[in-house]
């Protein structure tokens, strides 16, 4: 029933015909419900399904920060964690079943290289977790948190926007917790659903004193994470879990930084300016080359990277509001809860983006 409820929603965008509805009893309705088309391939209609909205663009190999080594995001992850263990004695790292490596392979062997009082386990309690981290924090170590996904971040909403954004303005600046950074997987892979998929970056983008990142490749995520880790300020880094195995680049095996509320011109352009953090990046990208292929539009890709505090030189340099020649558009998900087999609906891909270059240049 459920596969037949997805053909008839697709509608037209599905190239399968649908012919001999049985009228079978119901005992047999399942297996003789529709005849397909030979046109019409299930396997190939799931894959398709699931399949990434965007292509990974890795960036020029970086040449400043010495040898580099292949590596996928996670790989940059535990990279930019080593790095730190082994430069900072004080540093810990813990969070659920990060001791075993994690659910997506970020702390793999690093509980075997630095010890278990290092990189340890804790409770399936996310306001614990930031808790104890913010304690950590205030003793003078560099705590570094996991939470296991970003949808489950809410539990410790108080603790990071209540204690941690606070801790150095309630002191008069005699104590902090600066040297608190909260790791967590963010966004949708295709079919996560309601608890897997969020991306809650907006929750924090108001609150003084934390500073929240988004990443869009391994080079990017090893830099600043290793920025945030040394950052005085709580920081909150979010990494995209769909790019932890398709996004690969060369990386800096070395410790290296890129600096924090930067934003970064990734493609240059005169007509539309894209704004765009994470995975959102590529998908800005694909749908610059269309503007320019299909509209004769110029369009600017800016990787925002800091969410807060956000780069405004950057992304409003010249006064820029004053001269707009059409409103600001923004291309999001719906007011809904993530779906499931509707995530393809759902998230803000390439079309749906170049519909609003459309109706701003229409305007």
Known sequence: MAAAARLFLRGIHSKCSVSGVSTVPRTSFGPRLLKLSPSCDPYTKAQRRHAAHFTFQPDLVPTQYGPTQKMNLFQSITSALDNTLSSDP?????????????????????????????????????????????????????????????????????????????????????????????????????????????SPEAFFAHCPGIKVVVPRSPVQAKGLLLSCIADNNPCIFFEPKILYRAAVEQVPTEHYTITLSQAEVVEEGSDVTLIAWGTQVHVMKEVAQMAQEKLGVSCEVIDLRTILPWDVETVCKEECFLNLEAPISRVCGYDTPFPHIFEPFYIPDKWKCFEGIKKMINY
Request: aromatic residues 14%; glycine residues 14%.
């Open 90 to 198: 004080t540093a810990v790292i813990f969070g659920e079943d990060v001791a075993f490596g994690g659910v997506f392979r970020c702390t793999v062997g690093l509980r075997d290289k630095y010890g278990k009082d290092r990189v340890f386990n804790t409770p399936l309690c996310e306001q614990g977790i930031v808790g104890f981290g913010i304690g950590v924090a205030v003793a003078g170590a560099t705590a570094i948190a996991e939470i296991q996904f970003a949808d489950y971040i809410y539990p410790a909403f108080d603790q990071i926007v209540n204690e941690a954004a606070k801790y150095r303005y309630r002191s008069g600046n005699l104590f902090d917790c600066g040297k608190l950074t909260i790791r967590a997987p963010w966004g949708c892979v295709g079919h996560g659903s309601l608890y897997h998929s969020q």
